[in-house]
């Protein structure tokens, strides 16, 4: 030893954060549910007169909340290869808006519309999930995480 000190600080090597696969797969779960209850209640209010549930209340029928559940975690799963390659690296809590908004306008809006336009409600469901994807890519231009500096093993 010649009485020189040695640093011992690793090198740093820039890695953007990921966000984990079982985060990525509660988010397009909680995402389905919310937009697959407002999907729910817009058809109900928007069935015509002429449907034996016409004036009843949403979920008023023991079977409806199941489906729509079953429905839910279907989209959800259908959504998540997309919300793994798309948003693995971006910064979620920053889009979250951004990846609800076009799906629930689509849901609760559009059946309005298009009930005026004679066109099946049932539609707005997959406009949703492709307004979704949409809308994953753009989360990924727009909100990327910070590239961080993160430590490397010391070279000896």
Not at 71 to 95: H, I
Not at 119 to 134: F, G, M, Q, W, Y
């Amino acid at each position: 030893m010649t009485g020189e000190s040695r640093s011992t600080a690793p090198a740093a090597r820039n890695l953007p954060k990921k966000n984990s696969a079982f985060e990525l797969l509660i988010l397009c779960v909680l995402c389905s549910f919310i937009e697959a209850f407002l999907a729910v209640v817009t058809l109900t209010f928007t069935l015509p007169p002429t449907d034996g549930a016409y004036g009843s209340m949403p979920f008023s029928h023991p079977l409806e909340f199941p489906a729509m559940s079953m429905a839910a975690v279907a989209a959800g799963l259908l959504m998540f290869p997309f919300a793994f390659l798309l948003l693995r690296r971006t910064d979620l809590a920053r889009c979250y808006g951004r990846l609800l908004l076009p799906g629930i306008v689509i849901v609760g809006a559009l059946p309005f519309l298009f009930e005026a336009l004679s066109i099946p409600s049932a539609l707005t469901v997959p406009l949703a999930l492709i307004a979704t994807v949409i809308a994953m890519f753009t989360c990924r231009k727009r909100y990327p995480f910070p590239v961080e500096a993160e430590p490397s093993p010391a070279n000896h």
